[in-house]
């Protein structure tokens, strides 16, 4: 017989897994020697009670110990500390590796424009505009950004799925934080691309083609 239905609760904490079913029985059928007992308070302090509390329970049984006084805050932040530990470490790496990246990834296209130089010359010298430079070179660099996010993109759906166990409330698919990600590469790359080609247009193509 049914008596009652309860709403969707987290079973023995927060961590992943612990959303089994669940049952209400009498204490006088489950002999356990500790009980946990969740009380609201309608106004004032909720820390404020606990010497009510413990005057509620002598009351009944002055035999019964009451300990552990602790309101539902503090329990949530005793659950989930190693959430928030884990999480402020992948922000950090996650930050750094962002940075690492985007500095090589300046690196070598800008490397890769300024071996262009002479190249940039000679179709300046042949009637190219300093337009059409920069954009051959965005277009290019854009191609090869394509490919490296799409590869990127795979294999970061693929980790963050996996380490979604290390995570709370959190989406492993956050389009904010791929949409950020995504914003930044592709503006690093653009930076990367467009400085060293606006620059190279502004050398004499005479000096550009005898560059080295």
Do not use: C
């Not at 669940?22 to 020697?33: E, K, T, W």
């Amino acid at each position: 017989m049914i008596v009652g239905l309860a709403p969707n609760l987290k079973i023995e904490g927060f961590y992943p897994g612990q959303d089994s079913a669940g049952y209400y029985v009498p204490l006088a059928q489950h002999d356990v020697s500790y009980v946990g007992m969740a009380v609201e308070a309608r106004g004032g302090d909720a820390a404020g009670l606990a010497a009510d509390l413990r005057r509620a329970v002598e009351s009944v049984d002055p035999e019964i110990p009451v300990y552990e006084l602790r309101t539902l805050d503090e329990v949530i932040d005793r659950q989930t500390w190693a959430y928030r530990v884990f999480g402020v470490l992948f922000v950090v790496f996650g930050f750094a590796a962002l940075f690492l990246a985007s500095v090589g990834l300046y690196g070598v296209l800008a490397f890769a424009v300024y071996r262009r130089t002479q190249e940039f010359g000679v179709r300046m010298a042949l009637g190219a505009r300093a337009a059409d430079v920069v954009g051959l070179v965005l277009r290019q660099g854009a191609t090869q950004l394509a490919i490296g996010l799409a590869l990127g993109l795979g294999l970061s759906l693929g980790l963050s799925r996996a380490m979604s166990i290390f995570t709370f409330q959190v989406s492993p698919t956050d389009p904010a934080v791929f949409g950020f990600s995504l914003l930044f590469v592709v503006s690093v790359a653009a930076l990367a691309g467009f400085v060293p080609a606006l620059r190279a247009t502004r050398v004499d193509p005479t000096v550009a083609l005898r560059y080295e």
